[in-house]
Each structure stands twice: as C-alpha cells, then as structure tokens.
C-alpha cells in the first residue's frame, strides 16, 4: 500500500498549457517535499510545504499543501519543455513520529511538447 | 561547492556476487540516507547513517548493509545479488530535514 498516491502516472501536453499534478494520502504528514528527477539523475528538491494550507509559488510553480496536511498539490502554469522529468512528492513516513525515513510518491512522468 | 558524488555511475554484476557503492556527501552536511529507485517507482528507503551509526533502517534484508566513515562518507554494501537489486540507488545528504536532502545522481546497479 502506497503512502503517497501521486495523480495522474503519466501527463504529456503542449507547450503552453496549465496542469496540475497532485499527491494524496490518508495520513496526516508533518510536511511534504516536491522533487523533479530528470532521466539518469537523482531527484531536485523543488520545495518544503510545511503548514496546512500553505502556499508556495516558484517562479511558474505553485505548491499547495491541504488544510488537514494529508494532500498536497503542484501547479505549473505556460508549461515548457524543460518542465519535462518525474515530479516526486515525499514526507517523513507518519507512521514513526520525528521519523528521518522519507517516503515516496510513486511520481507523476510529465512530458511537454514543443 | 560540489553536491553529493557517487560512484560508480553505472555497475553490471552476477546474480550471487557482493557490490560496494561509495557516496560523498555534499559539504557541509552530516547524514546520508540511501534509497532504492527500482524501475517506474518512487526511491524506497533503505536506511541513515549519523555520527558513523545506522540511525533508521526500511524493509530490506540484512543483505544490505552500510558503513559511515569519520568524514561522513558512506559505502552501501549487497550481498548475495539477486537479479531483483538491479535500480538505480540514490544516496542523499542532508544537515538539518527542515531544508530537505540533496540526492547524488545514483549508481545504476544491474545484476545478470
């Protein structure tokens, strides 16, 4: 049983358009971190979201965190081709309080065509 | 300022066979957690090393075993390979969890 279930596995649009990737779970995590992993590569750290609600805006991306800290949400608006990669949400697992294990989503593969 | 270095970057072994995989962590930082990135997943934690210990250990076999060094390197050890090990494996650094890890470009690991 996956943790963190990210939506939708795969995504393949046109430069230019808006999307939305989101990670969901039943358990309520203390925060949750963003990552984009490109082929070959290890995973970037995007962002920490960290308080129910929170927004945080990155240049073209906006992450949301869920009021009840179990969902959590990416937004990239006009995307572009080098958006392309595997965005990863992760979190300490909840289930070990203060726990240092992070646990993964299984990622959203998203391709922007030029 | 370099980030977290592994080595090598890709490893071909027999099924049966031992691997050591060595990782740097970025300076600065004072703990290195390893992962496991099979095909189409997410990295699945295998276990962290501070202050030369293993501090937290995930669900795999004794197989895996790991070392942390007075530098703060670290070595991943697999024993008895199994075709099943063969992923990409991370290794990540960090000082303090509040401002997240920094992962190395992983060693591709394939056992035949």
């Known amino acids: 049983t996956q943790l963190l279930e990210q939506s939708p596995q795969f995504l393949s649009i046109q430069e230019g358009e808006n999307l939305t990737v989101y990670c969901n779970s039943s358990?309520?995590?203390?925060?949750l971190q963003w990552y984009r992993q490109e082929p070959g590569e290890g995973p970037v750290l995007l962002v920490t979201?960290?308080?129910?609600?929170e927004v945080k805006k990155l240049k073209r991306l906006t992450f949301q965190f869920g009021d009840a800290r179990k969902d959590s949400s990416l937004h990239i608006t006009a995307a572009q081709p080098g958006d392309t990669g595997l965005y990863l949400c992760a979190g300490p697992n909840p289930a070990q309080g203060g726990s240092e294990k992070l646990v993964f989503g299984k990622g959203t593969k998203l391709t922007v065509n030029p | 300022d370099a980030g977290v270095t592994q080595s090598p970057t890709h490893l071909i072994k027999t099924r049966g066979q031992q691997v050591t995989l060595r990782c740097s962590p970025k300076?600065?930082?004072?703990?290195v957690s390893w992962y496991q990135q099979a095909l189409g997943q997410g990295p699945q934690f295998i276990f962290q090393y501070y202050e030369e210990e293993e501090r937290q250990r995930g669900n795999f076999p004794d197989r895996f075993s790991g070392h942390q060094f007075p530098n703060y390197s670290s070595e991943l050890n697999v024993n008895a390979l199994l075709l099943g090990d063969s992923a990409l494996y991370l290794c990540?650094?960090?000082?303090?969890?509040?401002?997240?890890?920094?992962f190395g470009s992983g060693t591709r690991l394939t056992v035949v």
């Open positions: 990540a650094s960090s000082f303090n969890r509040a401002q997240g890890y920094t």
């Open positions: 358990s309520v995590f203390s925060s």
């Open positions: 979201v960290v308080t129910g609600g």
């Open positions: 300076s600065g930082h004072d703990t």
